[in-house]
């Protein structure tokens, strides 16, 4: 949400900080729903045109988004994870006492 806020903070400078505060309200999250659906239960009207059945109120189950929220957190978890065991070398088994390869982690 914060790289989504400058990124289109950046471009607004010459244009209306209103418009680009509602495009941001209207950005669908990770669970599939807006902020503004969220706190409102209905779809912020634009100046895009829209039709009246997608402007109807819809109460999300919170149940689906706890779900949703949880889902994406493990999986984010899991991405740093890996990400660090990259960068730190964690797969690879190297030898304690010199630091170098040994042929069980080569495949040898």
Do not use: Q
């Not at 209905?42 to 999300?60: A, D, E, G, V």
């Amino acid at each position: 949400m914060v790289k989504n806020f400058n990124k289109h903070f950046e471009k607004s400078v010459d244009e209306d900080s209103y418009l680009m505060m509602l495009v941001l309200r209207k950005t669908p999250l990770e669970n599939g729903y807006s902020p503004a659906e969220l706190l409102m239960g209905s779809k912020l009207r634009t100046n895009l045109p829209m039709t009246k059945k997608s402007l109807m109120p819809k109460i999300p189950v919170a149940e689906d988004i706890r779900r949703k929220e949880l889902k994406y957190g493990v999986n984010k978890k899991n991405i740093m994870t890996s990400i660090i065991e990259l960068k730190t070398f964690k797969h690879l088994n190297l030898d304690k006492t010199s630091g170098l390869l040994t042929k069980d982690s080569m495949g040898g």
